[in-house]
């Protein structure tokens, strides 16, 4: 029977897609440093974690039972990719669970913005009646610039489409237009004709620094400005001139260039204080609902990595696609990627008589990926031989024991 052990409160769905798989699932809390990682892992099949547990090449190394590990987040920094693949544990996160989440968060924000709400709220607060049409706006008939057209940045568009905003996007790569959207060719046309900015890049080390003060002073006086996609992008310095001299009349932070480790703890930052500014700690994709749509999504990855052998979206293996294991037997063969594996284990498997049904090859730099499906049963030194190949990293045999019901 497989085991997984799942760290850091994972959602409970997880534990119930798993269990309903046939996994004997064993949860804890909180996060483990190496060695008791180490020690925890032994029989262990299936990983869960979130940010917190580091899976270090050592704590791999150990982990011979290993199949693969689940990050229940979007971030894979945590864990050895490279060592884990070489080791032919498979790596599955949740790139999108939680975009809806920040989108939201994004609407939310340019309407509290445009209305000022943040002053309104915090005048009545102090015992101050405020009632003022000054600097309120609405959203219908504004222009909102999107740069990065991706996950988030697509959703947003529609969203704001359904508002009456008219949507304007500027994204490096080439990207279909949704509704009426507008593609626009450089930053810099957005910055002119937008009166709400938004930053939904990804955080590829060349968007570091890629709007500041120059970026402010192109756009219009009176533009409010977001940013919930990764604190380097901007120059809190050059948002915090813009602010106090009256050209952004509003900004939305969520992101910082660098963030306090824990919750509880002091923040710093030259934007605390500003007016019209929302300040939030990292919290565009924190909603139970994406806590929910990870557990569910990285259980799944996992499960169908166990069932079928596929790895689509694994982060840090080469993809396939495949289809259920009913009526074949399936060998998923990880390899290191050198030329002629494939006629290797094509010879090895006719050698031993087994009749090739279907079969599927994909490479990921240094590793490959070649699965095999057979409508007899695999001779056991069928597998040995494989095994002994050089470039053998892991084998296994589908499907595995039937679920419990
Ligand atoms: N605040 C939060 O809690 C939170 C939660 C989830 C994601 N995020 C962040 O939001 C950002 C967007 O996430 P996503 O899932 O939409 O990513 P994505 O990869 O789907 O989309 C990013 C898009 O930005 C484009 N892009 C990259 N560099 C660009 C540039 N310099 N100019 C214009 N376009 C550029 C890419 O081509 C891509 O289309 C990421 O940085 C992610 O880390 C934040």
Redesign the pocket.
Same mark, same amino acid.
């Given at each position: 029977m497989l085991k997984a052990l799942l760290l850091e409160n994972v959602h409970p769905l997880s534990v119930e897609i798993l269990a309903a798989n046939g996994v004997e699932v064993v949860t804890r809390s909180g996060a483990l440093d190496e060695q008791e990682l180490i020690e925890a892992l032994k029989g262990v099949h299936l990983l869960g974690i979130r940010s917190k547990t580091q899976v270090t090449a050592k704590v791999l190394e150990s982990a011979k039972d290993l199949v693969a590990i689940g990050a229940f987040c %979007?971030g894979t920094n945590q864990i050895d990719l490279k060592s884990a693949a070489l080791q032919g544990v498979a790596v599955f996160n949740a790139?999108?669970s939680?975009?809806r989440? #920040?989108v939201e968060?994004a609407i939310g924000e340019i309407i509290s913005l445009t209305r000022r709400l943040t002053e309104r709220d915090k005048a009545l607060h102090n015992g101050i009646w405020d009632k003022t049409a000054e600097g309120s706006h609405e959203v219908r008939g504004k222009t909102l610039g999107i %740069?990065?057209?991706?996950? %988030?940045?697509?959703q947003l568009s529609v969203l704001a489409e359904n508002l009456g905003m008219s949507v304007v996007f500027?994204?490096?790569?080439e990207?279909l237009a949704l509704g009426n959207a507008q593609r626009l060719t450089s930053?810099d046309e957005l910055l002119k004709v937008s009166d709400i900015v938004t930053i939904?890049?990804? +955080?590829?080390p +060349?968007?570091a620094g890629?709007f500041g003060e120059s970026e402010f002073s192109k756009m219009k006086p009176g533009a409010i400005f977001l940013n919930?996609?990764?604190g380097f #992008?901007m120059d809190n310095s050059a948002l915090r001139s813009a602010i106090l001299s009256g050209h952004i009349s509003g900004a939305a932070v969520?992101?910082f260039p660098v963030e306090p480790k824990k919750r509880g703890d002091q923040f710093e930052s030259e934007l605390r204080g500003l007016p019209n500014v929302i300040l939030t700690p990292? #919290?565009?994709?924190?909603t139970l609902e994406a806590q929910e749509s990870i557990g569910e999504f990285v259980a799944n990855k996992m499960k169908d990595y166990i069932r079928t052998g596929t790895t689509t979206l694994s982060v840090n293996l080469p993809n396939l696609a495949l289809e259920s294991t009913t009526g074949i037997t399936r060998i998923a063969f990880l390899h290191r990627n050198t030329p002629g594996v494939l006629a290797a284990v094509n010879n090895t498997l006719a050698a031993f008589g087994t009749n090739i049904e279907g079969q599927l090859l994909a490479t990921r730099g240094e590793i490959g990926y070649v699965v095999t499906d057979t409508d007899s049963s695999v001779d056991i030194e069928a597998l040995e031989a494989l095994k002994s190949m050089d470039q053998y990293i892991r084998i296994r045999v589908m499907p595995p024991a039937a679920p419990k019901n």
């Amino acid at each position: 029977m497989l085991k997984a052990l799942l760290l850091e409160n994972v959602h409970p769905l997880s534990v119930e897609i798993l269990a309903a798989n046939g996994v004997e699932v064993v949860t804890r809390s909180g996060a483990l440093d190496e060695q008791e990682l180490i020690e925890a892992l032994k029989g262990v099949h299936l990983l869960g974690i979130r940010s917190k547990t580091q899976v270090t090449a050592k704590v791999l190394e150990s982990a011979k039972d290993l199949v693969a590990i689940g990050a229940f987040c %979007i971030g894979t920094n945590q864990i050895d990719l490279k060592s884990a693949a070489l080791q032919g544990v498979a790596v599955f996160n949740a790139p999108f669970s939680n975009t809806r989440s #920040v989108v939201e968060l994004a609407i939310g924000e340019i309407i509290s913005l445009t209305r000022r709400l943040t002053e309104r709220d915090k005048a009545l607060h102090n015992g101050i009646w405020d009632k003022t049409a000054e600097g309120s706006h609405e959203v219908r008939g504004k222009t909102l610039g999107i %740069i990065g057209y991706g996950n %988030i940045g697509t959703q947003l568009s529609v969203l704001a489409e359904n508002l009456g905003m008219s949507v304007v996007f500027y994204d490096t790569a080439e990207k279909l237009a949704l509704g009426n959207a507008q593609r626009l060719t450089s930053m810099d046309e957005l910055l002119k004709v937008s009166d709400i900015v938004t930053i939904h890049v990804d +955080g590829r080390p +060349g968007n570091a620094g890629l709007f500041g003060e120059s970026e402010f002073s192109k756009m219009k006086p009176g533009a409010i400005f977001l940013n919930l996609s990764r604190g380097f #992008v901007m120059d809190n310095s050059a948002l915090r001139s813009a602010i106090l001299s009256g050209h952004i009349s509003g900004a939305a932070v969520d992101v910082f260039p660098v963030e306090p480790k824990k919750r509880g703890d002091q923040f710093e930052s030259e934007l605390r204080g500003l007016p019209n500014v929302i300040l939030t700690p990292h #919290v565009g994709g924190s909603t139970l609902e994406a806590q929910e749509s990870i557990g569910e999504f990285v259980a799944n990855k996992m499960k169908d990595y166990i069932r079928t052998g596929t790895t689509t979206l694994s982060v840090n293996l080469p993809n396939l696609a495949l289809e259920s294991t009913t009526g074949i037997t399936r060998i998923a063969f990880l390899h290191r990627n050198t030329p002629g594996v494939l006629a290797a284990v094509n010879n090895t498997l006719a050698a031993f008589g087994t009749n090739i049904e279907g079969q599927l090859l994909a490479t990921r730099g240094e590793i490959g990926y070649v699965v095999t499906d057979t409508d007899s049963s695999v001779d056991i030194e069928a597998l040995e031989a494989l095994k002994s190949m050089d470039q053998y990293i892991r084998i296994r045999v589908m499907p595995p024991a039937a679920p419990k019901n």
